[in-house]
């Protein structure tokens, strides 16, 4: 063995322990621009191409010293995925054998990517891959299986379970510590058969069906006396499925339940049994309008109100329209709503007087017509209602507060003392400030004792010694039907606490509040009517019938601030106030 130093001449400069091979030697070793690591002590050549390189055609060049050869010749395309390759050199008979391994660093992309036996899409420009799975599959838990090139690793792994109820990011890194790939994958489920959605029409006051997807059922209640002999369903389906009968198509309930079936894309199918029912009201808490449904009530505090108890007593609610009152409609029911604040339109304002008050009252609800006479009947057989805002003035209806407004007050004649607006601007107070509250009035000085603890206040906090704010939006509906007295009727009429007491054993009720801000017994804007069927004080108004076994709550006056939606899109910082006076009002009534 001998220590070889070549010159100048040969234009290279090296020391290294070589076999005695003298100019049999591969000066350089070149790959896509690349310079090879030459060890000529052990004869081997290494160099490592960026990821994704293909190694299975590269071409080599190389330099050698004069009258050196080489195979494979420089500029050969040569072949490296099998393996490292021998370049040999020879020179004035002598050879030498170079071993020559080229690689690449892994190239960081997912091949392939499947969930069980749904392969994925995979967009390699782009970045992402896209699975379909079936109805039946649980996508928070699905477990995906993938593949990478060797000299890469990946994070989330291969077969590790995830949820794909939104795209998850997985990234491959190549081994070279820098050079990666994100991908986004993507789960689409098929839809189940199932039905979204089941209404009698695309009306707005279509009834909604109940859907049961656990027992396969759903249920139609129609207002009593509905035609159950054509009814087209609408039936809203996801556009991938199927539904027959079709969506559409008029069926005959009338002798029984029928079956629709959904079928998906994999063929898969639900059966639902459907029922449709016209019943009498069978719930306890009505509401009733002049509307066909709570959709279409033209007031929108009359709307909110409805909307509330329909979510507060879901299985106990229904809405009957004015017009279609019979007493087999309420032949269930316990508690009657009836509350408005008629819409103003633009250039009238509402405006009540003692000429009109009664005539104000939607045709039905006036005396002698078969509505009025049903909810007369239906209240002296215990059924109890919650009157407010401006058709208070039913209770003279009912004869529970009998009135003749071309006669003048006295026992019998119970007519209002006030009427109308509150001011010379009309029925809307507009721009009033937070701080001015509108409430009731519960003081002992306003009643005839404590009636803070009535159950119609449970829950509810009073302010200083028996303030109930009720409503501080900016824009108020402001109506002053109410008994501001009793002058002529009784003695005395007002309005110290002998008065209010005097007040409830003529007509059996209980004075529950007047306006916040008033101190002593003026005004009723909130009465307890008791039931007339039992024991009454002895100076009872015999004018008053003794066959009303039901009660009614008035709250009247809006002044007491009770108007359920605000106008003017101002939070009213008493909303909940309203809805739980509201509530407890009706659970009373109720029980």
């Known amino acids: 063995m001998a220590i070889f130093t070549v010159g100048c001449d040969d234009d290279i400069k090296f020391q290294d322990l070589v076999p005695d091979y003298t100019y049999s030697i591969i000066r350089s070793f070149e790959v896509n621009g690349q310079t090879a690591a030459i060890n000529h002590t052990t004869g081997t050549i290494t160099l490592t191409l960026p990821a994704g390189t293909d190694t299975g055609s590269v071409t080599v060049n190389t330099t050698l010293p004069d009258g050196a050869t080489i195979d494979p010749v420089s500029g050969s395309t040569v072949d490296f995925s099998g393996g490292p390759v021998i370049f040999t050199v020879s020179n004035n008979g002598v050879s030498r054998e170079y071993t020559a391994t080229i690689a690449a660093f892994g190239d960081p992309m997912i091949m392939t990517f499947s969930i069980g036996e749904n392969i994925g899409v995979i967009d390699q420009e782009n970045g992402t891959i896209e699975v379909t799975v079936g109805s039946q599959e649980n996508i928070k838990a699905l477990t995906p299986q993938y593949t990478i090139p060797g000299g890469t690793t990946s994070n989330p792994a291969s077969g590790v379970a995830q949820d794909f109820t939104s795209p998850v990011k997985y990234t491959i890194t190549s ?28 009306d707005v006051c279509a009834v909604t069906g109940i ?65 449709a029912t016209a019943a009498n009201s069978t719930q306890k808490v009505v509401f009733i309008g002049e509307a066909d449904c709570i959709n279409t009530l033209a007031d929108d505090d009359a709307k909110s109100a409805a909307e509330y108890l329909r979510a507060q007593y879901p299985d106990d609610f229904a809405y009957i329209k004015i017009a279609n009152i019979t007493e087999a409609a309420l032949a269930n029911t316990n508690v009657v709503m009836l509350y408005y604040l008629t819409p103003l339109t633009d250039g009238t304002q509402y405006f009540a007087t003692d000429t009109n008050v009664m005539t104000l009252l939607p045709a039905e609800l006036q005396s002698g017509e078969p509505q009025a006479t049903a909810l007369t009947n239906w209240y002296k057989n215990g059924g109890n209602f919650f009157l407010a805002g401006d058709p208070t003035s039913f209770i003279h209806v009912l004869g529970r507060m009998p009135a003749d407004y071309s006669q003048p007050r006295g026992l019998g004649n119970y007519r209002y003392t006030e009427f109308g607006c509150s001011g010379e601007g009309g029925c809307i107070d507009s ?43 900016g824009t108020r509906e402001a109506r002053l039907i109410w008994h501001q007295q009793m002058d002529g009727i009784v003695s005395p009429g007002c309005c110290g606490q002998d008065a209010v007491l005097l007040f409830e054993q003529t007509v059996n009720a209980v004075k529950l509040g007047t306006l916040r801000w008033i101190a002593d017994g003026f005004g009723y804007g909130a009465i307890e009517f008791l039931p007339t069927n039992g024991a009454v004080e002895a100076n009872f108004d015999s004018n008053i019938g003794t066959s009303f076994a039901g009660r009614i709550i008035s709250l009247e006056n809006t002044i007491i601030g009770y108007e359920f939606n605000s106008n003017d899109g101002r939070v009213n910082d008493y909303q909940g106030n309203i809805e739980l006076l509201t509530s407890n009002i009706i659970d009373y009534l109720n029980n």
């Open 175 to 202: 081994n070279d510590g820098f050079t990666g790939k994100s991908y986004f994958v993507s789960v689409t489920q098929l839809a189940a058969p199932i039905i979204d959605s089941f209404a009698t029409s695309e």
């Open 211 to 275: 859907i049961n997807n656990e027992a396969s059922t759903i249920s139609l209640i129609l207002p009593a006396g509905s035609d159950l002999t054509s009814i087209a369903p609408v039936i809203s389906i996801n556009d991938e499925l199927t539904v027959s009968p079709a969506s559409g198509v008029a069926q005959d309930f009338s002798n029984g339940s029928i079956k629709y079936t959904v079928t998906n894309e994999e063929g898969l199918t639900k059966e639902y049994e459907v029922t």
């Open 431 to 473: 721009n009033r400030p937070a701080d001015d509250i509108w409430g009731l009035g519960v003081r002992d000085t306003n009643n005839s004792g404590n009636r803070r603890t009535h159950p119609v206040f449970n829950g509810l906090t009073f302010n200083g010694d028996g303030e109930l704010p009720l409503y501080n939006a």
